[in-house]
């Protein structure tokens, strides 16, 4: 009987395909809850997880639940089975903005349908920005590093850290709820790795000096790093130029404040990378060997860490590329310095400032001319 009942749904879905997609095939059928393998071939859109409902009512663990367990179990997936979707992503008022890019970020990050799920008629500017970094999506997916084995974290309370007594307490992070998951990109001019961080860990109703940071140690053959080499890291969500590994925190005389937690990421041993970060939230850190000149560490377009660039060059004096976006988009492209000073910077044949900006990185706004707009920066070396 169940073989029967089977395939009798199999003979049914594949004639709702039919009548869906027309001759043209352009229409996409979704599996939403039904049995996944009567509806394998006939129902190409693959829903991942529950519904991820409206921003700010679900709650933190319900997207931990959603993101972290089914949405990162069916990862694997993707163009094989199907095309997944992990709901509808929704960025809009009334949750964070924090959560905004959270949701993104697990839906970027998944490679497959992306459903808009907002009113865009009254999504804010710092929502609209978070939605077009999503788009379009690179079509592959991330792999969960820590799904079946866990990323081990550190908490520490301030009122212990800064006193400088009491040590950190290891704790490994939940199994079976991926929190750190890793993609690797490429482009005409680079290729490097995403990993995408996820903390869900809340300081509710904790007394004054009881809140705990989270880090993730991150190992970093298990992201597919090598430890011997050296890489500039960008974080993305901040627009934030990491510097080159190792990382190290101490000042420049030398002193360590205990407790200081202001710089994201450091290096606590030869093949660890410490991120360090209060939740709920999310980081998304693009990670790219290092160059001996100037070099895009990222921009604030897009998700990708730099897809939307093409024709990147370096002539020993000049970088120089153009960026992919629609006419209008205005973002920042985070240039890592490596040592050398900005002479003159241009966009669309204009000249535009250039800035200083955080661990000898240079920051050149851009404003898009058209589907394709040209930019250079001319250096010397210091």
Request: hydrophobic fraction near 35%; aromatic fraction near 8%.
């Amino acid at each position: 009987m169940a073989g029967g009942g089977a395939e009798a749904a199999r003979t049914g879905l594949a004639i709702i395909r039919d009548e869906m997609t027309g001759p043209d095939k352009s229409a996409l059928a979704m599996n939403c809850g039904g049995p996944e393998l009567p509806g394998k071939g006939c129902l190409p859109l693959l829903y991942t997880c529950e519904d991820t409902g409206n921003t700010g009512y679900v709650g933190w663990k319900h997207l931990e639940n959603d993101y972290g367990r089914n949405v990162a179990g069916h990862l694997w997936k993707n163009r094989r089975w199907g095309i997944i979707q992990p709901s509808c992503m929704v960025v809009g008022l009334p949750g964070t903005i924090e959560e905004a890019r959270t949701r993104a970020t697990a839906t970027f990050l998944a490679g497959g349908q992306v459903d808009i799920g907002d009113d865009l008629a009254t999504l804010p500017e710092d929502r609209w920005q978070v939605l077009l970094a999503t788009l379009p999506p690179l079509g592959i997916s991330a792999t969960p590093v820590d799904l079946f084995e866990p990323i081990e974290a550190a908490t520490l309370a301030y009122d212990a850290s800064a006193s400088g007594q009491g040590g950190e307490a290891s704790r490994s992070i939940e199994a079976g709820a991926s929190r750190v998951w890793r993609l690797p990109v490429q482009a005409d001019w680079d290729a490097w790795t995403l990993i995408g961080l996820f903390n869900y860990d809340t300081n509710d109703d904790v007394p004054y000096g009881k809140a705990q940071i989270t880090r993730f140690r991150l190992p970093l053959r298990r992201l597919g790093l090598d430890p011997s080499a050296t890489f500039s890291v960008y974080e993305f969500w901040s627009a934030q130029n990491l510097g080159r590994s190792p990382f190290d925190r101490r000042s420049p005389k030398g002193y360590r404040h205990p407790g200081d937690a202001r710089s994201l990421i450091s290096s606590p041993a030869p093949d660890v990378w410490e991120v360090g970060f209060f939740g709920p939230g999310v980081k998304l850190l693009v990670v790219r060997p290092c160059r001996p000149h100037p070099w895009p560490s990222g921009t604030t377009f897009h998700q990708s860490g730099g897809t939307e660039l093409t024709q990147v060059r370096w002539d020993g004096e000049r970088l120089t590329g153009v960026l992919r976006r629609n006419r209008g988009e205005s973002g920042l492209l985070v240039i890592s310095a490596d040592g050398w000073s900005p002479v003159e910077a241009k966009v669309h044949g204009r000249k535009v400032p250039a800035r200083k900006g955080a661990a000898d990185s240079v920051i050149l706004p851009i404003t898009c001319h058209g589907a394709m707009t040209r930019w250079e920066v001319r250096f010397r070396n210091r």
